[in-house]
């Protein structure tokens, strides 16, 4: 590639980053006034789990905001309608505007987030999760490193996975899962998959993974940040990442400094269970 279209994609990239950056904030605003006036919450349909007004506002607040601002890019969120356009275009928005809604409805948990990022031809280039309640944001662009409010972070360099920090649920440690006895790990949880990412990304846990068929807004971002700050982050079977998918599902995620990314993968039985993909939304 010439070097000025690099110095121009290179310039884009950090463009796009300052504008999700700003509509983070603005996200986090939003979300926060309506935690304080009190929630609305419905149900999804198929037990695809609840959504509160909040979630619905953020999301239309970020598309009016992001699109007006680039609007040659495609669209892929949680509370908008999937629109088969998105995969025309060299350059796709990726968004949860709640990642960890649960969490969000409950009284006092702070581990909630927005994750927003862009994605050109599939890979990821630009990334923020921004964690209001916490006033914490994490922010990545691919070849710019990892930042946590702006001081820059790095995952850990931890090799052995007994004994490891671990982000994972109850279920990723069933004896189906893995090739002999299950890993003794210091086993931890939060509810957003953006945050498990971005704390794997801050050092302050040594790996996250997931097993389960996972949408592609709950990854992006803080698949970025991860990378950015020295994991390596793959699907369940250390196949890459790759977004704005037809389907736009990712099976399982697990990130980690590369030594031990390599220990988890080694321990995981290749021939484990897959849960069913979660039904298509309209």
Do not use: C
Request: hydrophobic share 45%; no cysteine; net charge negative.
């Amino acid at each position: 590639m010439p070097e000025a279209n690099t110095r121009s994609l290179r310039q884009q990239t950090q463009d796009d980053l300052a504008l999700l950056t700003e509509a983070a904030w603005m996200a986090g605003e939003i979300a926060l006034a309506h935690l304080a006036r009190g929630l609305e919450v419905t149900e999804k349909p198929d037990g695809q789990g609840p959504v509160t007004d909040a979630d619905l506002a953020v999301d239309a607040a970020l598309h009016a905001h992001l699109r007006a601002a680039r609007p040659g890019y495609g669209w892929l969120s949680e509370e908008s309608p999937d629109d088969a356009a998105r995969l025309e275009h060299e350059h796709v928005f990726i968004i949860d505007p709640i990642d960890g809604t649960r969490a969000f409805m409950a009284e006092g948990n702070t581990a909630w987030a927005h994750s927003l990022a862009v994605a050109r031809d599939g890979v990821v280039t630009a990334a923020v999760v921004f964690l209001p309640a916490k006033g914490s944001l994490y922010a990545a662009s691919r070849h710019g490193g990892a930042t946590l409010d702006g001081a820059p972070i790095h995952a850990t360099s931890r090799a052995a996975l007994t004994g490891a920090r671990l982000l994972a649920a109850k279920p990723n440690y069933a004896p189906a899962n893995w090739r002999g006895p299950v890993p003794e790990v210091a086993r931890h949880y939060r509810p957003s998959l953006a945050y498990r990412l971005s704390s794997v990304a801050e050092g302050r846990f040594d790996a996250m993974m997931t097993l389960r068929p996972s949408w592609e807004w709950d990854i992006a971002a803080g698949s970025l940040i991860a990378e950015e700050a020295g994991a390596r982050v793959t699907d369940r079977s250390g196949a890459a990442l790759r977004f704005n998918r037809p389907r736009p599902l990712l099976d399982g995620v697990i990130a980690a400094g590369p030594a031990l990314h390599r220990q988890i993968l080694e321990q995981l039985a290749p021939d484990a269970p897959r849960d069913p993909l979660p039904p298509l939304r309209d």
